[in-house]
């Protein structure tokens, strides 16, 4: 992952030295709401979904077009996964999941002109599953069912290493000079399901629904542009 990263960086630095367009780094922080949509009991019984706190952090590397237009590309660092709660076998239980990615982002992003201004980008996110965990209280039902639970709580097998996620955001950007910020709006959804073949396990209506990610969440972004020729 760090070597596609560096060599992305050198490509990016490479083609603006011979096309003479300006590049800019930047990082931002992000908090907002996640969830895993259709989620996998294993055929046990389903809890109610209830929102999940997440954050996360990014570094981008834009390549400017022109004056509007930019591609980017960079690594974030995305924390993931589902909250539910609710009676099972009239106890009442809660279910959290935890999962790890790492991210490398591809967007195209348009800006406006003015000092003060408009952007948005849209784009595709290939992602790197780092860890997966599952916490499941009351912990003493863990006994009863190795099916449905992992006593240490590491589930990294139940789920593909690899995804992929249509990334789409809008916010305001403010620069002066060489430097800029922004805050803005996130939106990120999994193209692909997300649970390892081996665990496509129909649910109680005898169904198997696949799971995708979801991921929304608000960014406050800070940054310098480099060799302006515009």
Not at 33 to 60: H, R, V
Not at 74 to 103: N, P, V
Not at 178 to 198: E, H, T, V
Request: glycine share 10%; proline share 2%.
């Amino acid at each position: 992952m760090k070597t596609i990263s560096t060599l992305l960086l050198i490509f990016f630095i490479t083609i603006n030295i011979y096309s003479q367009k300006s590049l800019s780094i930047s990082t931002s922080y992000g908090n907002g709401i996640t969830a895993i949509l259709n989620q996998n009991a294993y055929g046990y019984t389903e809890l109610d979904p209830l929102p999940k706190n997440t954050s996360n952090i990014s570094f981008l590397i834009a390549y400017h077009l022109n004056q509007n237009f930019s591609l980017q590309t960079g690594f974030s660092s995305l924390a993931m996964g589902g909250y539910w709660e609710g009676s099972d076998s009239g106890i009442e239980t809660t279910r959290d999941i935890d999962l790890k990615y790492g991210q490398i982002p591809i967007n195209i992003k348009f800006s406006g002109k003015q000092q003060f201004h408009l952007y948005t980008s849209l784009g595709l996110g290939i992602q790197f599953l780092n860890s997966a965990e599952q916490t499941y209280t009351p912990s003493s039902n863990m006994n009863a069912n190795p099916v449905r639970f992992d006593k240490n709580g590491d589930i990294s097998n139940r789920f593909n290493k690899n995804e992929l996620s249509l990334l789409y955001a809008f916010g305001f950007e403010y620069q002066s000079g060489i430097f800029f910020c922004n805050l803005g709006f996130n939106l990120n959804y999994g193209l692909k399901d997300i649970n390892d073949s081996a665990f496509h396990i129909e649910n109680l209506s005898g169904i198997y629904e696949s799971s995708k990610n979801g991921l929304g969440f608000i960014s406050l972004g800070i940054g310098i542009k480099l060799f302006q020729n515009e």
